[in-house]
T-cell receptor, first 109, second 109 residues
Framework: RKEVEQDPGPFNVPEGATVAFNCTYS??????FFWYRQDCRKEPKLLMS???SGNEDGRFTAQLNRASQYISLLIRDSKLSDSATYLC??????????FGTGTRLTIIP | EAGVAQSPRYKIIEKRQSVAFWCNPI?????LYWYQQILGQGPKLLIQ????????DSQLPKDRFSAERLKGVDSTLKIQPAKLEDSAVYLC???????FGPGTRLTVT
């Protein structure tokens, strides 16, 4: 079983819609969770950290479910500029970040 | 604030040749990471430095890959000899929040 699993997509979503991605992780002792965004042929950039209580940043909401070992990212009122690959990232303690394969999102006008 | 710098941006070599990549992290960042990102996959950590010491190189193919950060600032990653499966983007990141550089796209023919 992969350490971090994501649905690779692609997700093709009309502009203005709400879209959600899930990600599952195998190490129950994982402690830190993140979503990164990667545009085509660009480097990954930190989108947001994921906290146990859930957190929101504008149109983006991240949630963590430790019991089921998954994290989610919700994007509301999607914009064309949201088109990118979204990488789920898990960290155990101060050890290396483990990246998922990414979920590709395309927002359609 | 200047970001993480990497060079070259692109490199094409034949299999069995050698290649080296350079990374200059954000000023003051003690931690430096090298990742390999194969097309369609998430980044995979190759090696992590804390100043000039190696923290984690468990996923570095040491028979052909080497990396150094002699003065605790710049770092080089070398592949010798290259194989076809080494074709990937090599990403350098620095800092606890892992700011990524633009990467070096390597094609091995």
């Amino acid at each position: 079983r992969k350490e971090v699993e994501q649905d690779p997509g692609p997700f093709n979503v009309p502009e203005g819609a709400t879209v959600a991605f899930n990600c599952t992780y195998s190490n129950s002792a994982s402690q830190s969770f993140f979503w990164y965004r990667q545009d085509c042929r660009k480097e990954p950039k930190l989108l947001m950290s994921v906290y146990s209580s859930g957190n929101e940043d504008g149109r983006f909401t991240a949630q963590l479910n430790r019991a089921s070992q998954y994290i989610s990212l919700l994007i509301r009122d999607s914009k064309l500029s949201d088109s990118a690959t979204y990488l789920c990232v898990v960290q155990f303690g101060n050890e290396k970040l483990t990246f998922g394969t990414g979920t590709r999102l395309t927002i359609i006008p | 604030e200047a970001g993480v710098a990497q060079s070259p941006r692109y490199k094409i070599i034949e299999k069995r040749q050698s290649v080296a990549f350079w990374c200059n992290p954000i000023s003051g960042h003690a931690t430096l990471y090298w990742y390999q990102q194969i097309l369609g996959q998430g980044p995979k950590l190759l090696i992590q430095f804390q100043n000039n010491g190696v923290v984690d190189d468990s996923q570095l193919p040491k028979d052909r890959f080497s990396a150094e950060r002699l003065k605790g600032v710049d770092s080089t990653l070398k592949i010798q000899p290259a194989k076809l499966e080494d074709s990937a983007v090599y990403l350098c990141a620095s800092g606890d929040e892992q700011y990524f550089g633009p990467g070096t796209r390597l094609t091995v023919t």
